[in-house]
């Protein structure tokens, strides 16, 4: 089992950069390709990034594309999150989740865990 846990999340205004991290321990986290997701008040849960286990293949949603960059440092079991130009439709709550596999890094419901989330804000 992994155990995952959030932290770098704020109030930041429109424009600005937050830096999300997603500290793992338990199971080898080198083993599974990773993922962030968000929700918004009143919205489903949606897709943001995710990297593969070695790193070398990263996918982006497209409302984040070329503005967020998914990173990971396996020998600190850490998954991050730069989040730059920041919109204040980007507020929401965002998850890390872990996955085996290479398949299906798209789908929330391919993952087997999950973190407690941390709020992101930003302001008009």
């Known amino acids: 089992q992994v155990q995952l846990v959030e932290s770098g999340g704020g109030l930041v205004q429109a424009g600005g950069s937050l830096r999300l991290s997603c500290a793992a321990s338990?199971?080898?986290?080198?083993?599974?390709?990773m993922g962030w997701f968000r929700q918004a008040p009143g919205k489903d849960r949606e897709f943001v990034a995710a990297?593969?286990?070695?790193?070398?293949?990263?996918m982006y949603a497209d409302s984040v594309k070329g503005r967020f960059t998914i990173s990971r440092d396996n020998a600190k079991n850490t998954l991050y999150l730069q989040m730059n130009s920041l919109k204040p439709e980007d507020t929401a709550v965002y998850y890390c989740?872990?996955?085996?596999?290479?398949?299906?890094?798209?789908?929330?419901?391919?993952?087997?865990?999950w973190g407690q989330g941390t709020q992101v804000t930003v302001s008009s």
């Open positions: 989740a872990a996955k085996p596999g290479y398949s299906g890094l798209y789908y929330g419901e391919k993952y087997d865990y």
């Open positions: 338990g199971d080898t986290f080198s083993r599974y390709a």
């Open positions: 990297i593969t286990w070695i790193g070398g293949i990263t």
